[in-house]
């Protein structure tokens, strides 16, 4: 079966730095996505990984190895508005998505 | 209209009532998706459209339709309604030939009674 795993709830202090791990099984791979979740709100779209290696997007970055079945999002500098849940999403063989149930991250002051 | 909406917002039905929920994108993008978020769980695929005029069977398509008339809206019917059915209902797009991301409309809350 196809099996995406992340941890269910993270916290971390405002200004600090935080790692959300994500690893996969699924039945081929083309592409890794992570999307930003507030509450009450729908998924925003924050990275896309399809290659090993590091992708910087300001203060959020993502890192992919295929060989490890395995990608994290890291968010530096972190602030009170980046509570919310963090969601991996691997795309199979045939191009469907299958998402994890998400990482729901609280910052506290 | 700027990227996809949904309506309802809510509804509150009640079994074996038949419901639609409507989409509409005006990003002009050929792929539209339907899913169901339910508390500890991903988002689960219901059906798909690739373009207009062909859909598709997600992961749980079981007690859902959908039609694709056209490339902008992407209506979801549920014919009798159950309460297992009570979930929040994302629709979303992607534009064929590039790396697929998809965006996504705000989401009807359902509730089956």
């Known amino acids: 079966g196809q099996n995406i795993d992340q941890p269910t709830e993270m916290t971390a202090t405002e200004g600090a730095i935080v790692q959300i791990n994500c690893t996969y099984q699924t039945s081929g791979f083309n592409g890794l996505f992570w999307y930003q979740q507030h509450a009450g709100e729908a998924p925003t779209f924050l990275s896309y990984?399809?290659l090993d290696g590091l992708e910087e997007k300001g203060r959020f970055s993502s890192f992919l190895s295929r060989s490890k079945g395995y990608s994290y999002l890291l968010l530096k500098e972190l602030q009170m508005k980046d509570s919310a849940s963090y969601l991996c999403a691997v795309r199979d063989s045939n191009y469907q998505l299958i998402w994890g149930a998400g990482t729901k991250l609280i910052i506290k002051p | 209209i700027a990227g996809i909406t949904q309506a309802p917002t809510s509804q509150i039905l009640a079994a074996g009532r038949r419901m639609t929920l409507r989409c509409t994108q005006d990003m002009r993008h050929n792929a539209m998706y339907w899913y169901r978020q339910d508390l500890g769980l991903g988002l689960r695929l219901i059906h798909y459209?690739?373009?207009?005029?062909?859909?598709g069977k997600g992961e749980v398509p079981d007690g859902y339709s959908v039609s694709r008339a056209n490339t902008d809206d992407f209506p979801l019917t549920l014919a009798s309604a159950v309460p297992s059915q009570t979930s929040v209902y994302f629709c979303a797009s992607s534009a064929s030939g590039d790396a697929d991301t998809q965006y996504f409309g705000p989401g009807t809350r359902l509730t089956v009674l």
């Open positions: 459209s690739n373009t207009a005029g062909t859909t």
């Open positions: 990984n399809v």
